[in-house]
């Protein structure tokens, strides 16, 4: 079964800084598009950014837009979203989402287009 693991959450104030990290085990992901969505009570999951396979292109949402950072490591192994400039609004569990394209499709915003999930971490910020 492929495992996606998140890690890095946790409770900062507002104007903090964090930096989640997910990896993949038993296989990679090298080749694939790799997101991170956020979902909070009773609301969908909402993306917050994504990478291609090589890492040269990214997508973010315009909330997180100029605050986060998504990367990924030089092995394509692990996929880093780094937040800065945190606001109370940022508090969710994050999630990482692989997909099953190399490259951004019209719909890489959507949950749907992906297909393996890690289980989340949790972040909240503190006003």
């Known amino acids: 079964q492929v495992q996606l693991v998140e890690s890095g959450g946790g409770l900062v104030q507002a104007g903090g800084s964090l930096r989640l990290s997910c990896t993949a085990f038993?296989?990679?992901?090298?080749?694939?598009?790799m997101a991170w969505f956020r979902q909070t009570p009773g609301k969908d999951r909402e993306f917050v950014a994504a990478v291609t396979w090589s890492g040269a292109d990214t997508r973010y949402a315009d909330s997180v837009k100029g605050r986060f950072t998504i990367s990924r490591d030089k092995d394509k192994i692990t996929v880093y979203l780094q937040m800065s400039s945190l606001k109370p609004k940022d508090t969710a569990v994050y999630y990482c989402?692989?997909?099953?394209?190399?490259?951004?499709?019209?719909?890489?915003?959507?949950?749907?287009?992906?297909?393996?999930w890690g289980q989340g971490t949790r972040v909240t910020i503190s006003s």
């Open positions: 989402a692989a997909s099953q394209s190399m490259y951004f499709v019209v719909s890489y915003y959507h949950d749907q287009d992906y297909p393996y």
């Open positions: 038993r296989r990679t992901f090298s080749n694939n598009v």
